[in-house]
């Protein structure tokens, strides 16, 4: 690794955090710890990370709320959600918190650094197109910006601009969740289907005219989705 990329983790237990470190810092990276959310989001707002780990359960905020107040003055940084938790319920609503992707305790570090190895890998790599249209909609690939018609432009998260960018790839072919799951999470990241399934309804908002009828992300039912501009 060229430069030496930060990971911020937000974990109020000892243990985990200092695993964390260890085993983050012997693979390259920097890596800075907060044991409760406000001081996590002044050391994101302060040291700009590549990417974040974030524990759902801190003592004075949840993960939720450290999560949204992250997006309100950065929508692209990964944020990894480590959770105790498996229930399909907490993993949506932390999507919908603005979190990428989630983990869930106990974790096999060797999973959780491949995963953000991925990420970092596709961060730095030098952007292909700099940005495209899907019907009505312009994407800024290297901005991490959306803009609907005449709209103010709404920010992408890292997953939501890569997965538009894997689907604008394969432009008016289907392609199966499992080559998105590949492509897009990683081989080694093993997201469920209903994760991508959360991403699309996200993108479907900042991408649709009309979300509920889509005329550009379709379904192909029992298989993936299909791009259409
Ligand atoms: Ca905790």
Same mark, same amino acid.
């Given at each position: 690794?060229? /430069?030496?990329? !930060? =990971?911020?983790? *937000?974990?109020?237990?000892?243990?985990?955090?200092?695993?964390?470190?260890?085993?983050?810092?012997?693979?390259?990276?920097?890596? =800075? !710890?907060?044991?409760?959310?406000?001081?996590?989001?002044?050391?994101?707002?302060?040291?700009?990370?590549? %990417? *974040?780990?974030?524990?759902?359960?801190?003592?004075?905020?949840?993960?939720?709320? =450290?999560?949204?107040?992250?997006?309100? &003055?950065? #929508?692209?940084?990964?944020?990894?959600?480590?959770?105790?938790?498996?229930?399909?319920?907490?993993?949506?609503?932390?999507?919908?918190? #603005?979190?990428?992707?989630?983990? /869930?305790?106990?974790?096999?570090?060797?999973?959780?650094?491949?995963?953000?190895?991925?990420?970092?890998?596709? %961060?730095?790599?030098?952007?292909?197109?700099?940005?495209?249209?899907?019907?009505? %909609?312009?994407?800024?690939?290297?901005?991490? /910006? %959306?803009?609907?018609?005449?709209?103010?432009?709404?920010?992408?998260?890292?997953?939501? =601009?890569?997965?538009?960018?894997?689907?604008?790839?394969?432009?008016?072919?289907?392609?199966?969740?499992?080559?998105?799951?590949?492509?897009?999470?990683?081989?080694?990241?093993?997201?469920?289907?209903?994760?991508?399934?959360?991403?699309?309804?996200?993108?479907?908002?900042?991408?649709?005219?009309?979300?509920?009828?889509?005329? &550009?992300?379709?379904?192909?039912?029992?298989?993936?989705?299909?791009?259409?501009?």
């Amino acid at each position: 690794m060229s /430069t030496q990329t !930060t =990971v911020v983790v *937000i974990e109020d237990e000892p243990h985990i955090a200092l695993g964390l470190k260890d085993a983050l810092e012997f693979e390259g990276f920097r890596v =800075v !710890t907060a044991d409760t959310g406000v001081a996590g989001v002044r050391l994101v707002s302060e040291e700009r990370p590549g %990417v *974040i780990l974030l524990d759902l359960m801190l003592p004075d905020m949840n993960g939720y709320q =450290v999560c949204e107040e992250i997006r309100r &003055h950065d #929508g692209y940084v990964p944020i990894i959600m480590l959770t105790a938790r498996s229930q399909e319920a907490d993993k949506i609503r932390g999507l919908d918190a #603005g979190a990428d992707d989630y983990v /869930t305790k106990p974790f096999a570090i060797g999973e959780l650094v491949a995963r953000i190895r991925a990420i970092i890998r596709r %961060v730095n790599r030098p952007p292909g197109i700099e940005s495209f249209q899907i019907g009505e %909609v312009v994407v800024n690939v290297t901005a991490h /910006t %959306v803009q609907k018609g005449g709209n103010a432009s709404e920010p992408l998260s890292y997953y939501e =601009v890569e997965l538009l960018r894997f689907l604008y790839e394969r432009v008016g072919q289907p392609v199966a969740r499992d080559e998105i799951l590949d492509r897009v999470w990683g081989l080694d990241a093993c997201p469920s289907n209903r994760t991508i399934d959360n991403f699309i309804v996200k993108l479907r908002r900042k991408v649709e005219l009309t979300p509920r009828e889509p005329a &550009h992300i379709l379904t192909v039912y029992g298989y993936g989705y299909k791009l259409v501009v």
